[in-house]
């Protein structure tokens, strides 16, 4: 934006030269004007081409962040269905089976350790919706803690945060603004929040 400002000031600069009552003063200074018009050109492409290096630049990040993006779900889609395995097997047991009490502390259901990664990557951080990346962090926190005592709660976590990865996806892809996004995490939000595992 600040380049496509000084841009068109020094547009608007160089069309003084076109202006009729100024055609006198023009032709005495002649020399130092062109120069003044070669330095306004010359910097006019100079700016263009600064803004379509950023430009480029910041959609390459954005598509870098969709695929670290994606690979999270990835990460996640594969621990929620060794998850449900494990849930059905355990609600399979028989009611007074030994291993039911202690059944998740010694078979955890897995975790997604690249979030963790994911996370403290600067690129995520930097490109990350504010909003996404709260609601990241506490659905971790959540996984953490519900992991080995509530395998059920955990499923619903993982589901709840691979839904926040796809819409954040949305996001970057311009598919959703801001406002879209943070209404759509606090429903999400409010889902988990509601969920009768907490009980």
């Known amino acids: 934006m600040f380049y496509t400002i000084i841009t068109i000031a020094l547009c608007a600069v160089g069309a003084l030269t076109f202006i009729p009552q ?34 480029e630049a910041q959609q390459k990040e954005k598509q870098d962040v969709i695929k670290l993006l994606r690979s999270a779900m990835s990460s996640i ?15 399979k047991l028989p009611k007074h089976d030994d291993a039911r009490p202690d059944f998740f502390s010694k078979n955890p259901p897995p975790y997604p350790e690249y979030l963790d990664t994911f996370l403290m990557q600067n690129l995520v951080s930097k490109n990350l919706s504010g909003t996404s990346l709260n609601q990241l962090n506490e659905n971790l926190i959540n996984l953490k803690r519900s992991r080995t005592f509530n395998a059920p709660l955990y499923l619903t976590v993982l589901d709840n945060t691979f839904k926040l990865l796809q819409l954040e996806v949305s996001y970057q892809q311009g598919h959703l603004n801001e406002v879209q996004l943070e209404a759509q995490i606090n429903d999400l939000d409010t889902v988990l929040t509601n969920s009768p595992l907490l009980d």
């Open 22 to 55: 100024l055609k006198g003063a023009m032709e005495r200074y002649s020399i130092g004007i062109n120069f003044f018009l070669t330095l306004i050109a010359t910097l006019v492409g100079v700016f263009i081409a600064i803004s379509i290096t950023n430009y």
């Open 77 to 91: 889609d594969t621990c929620h269905d060794y998850s449900e395995k494990l849930i059905d097997y355990f609600n």
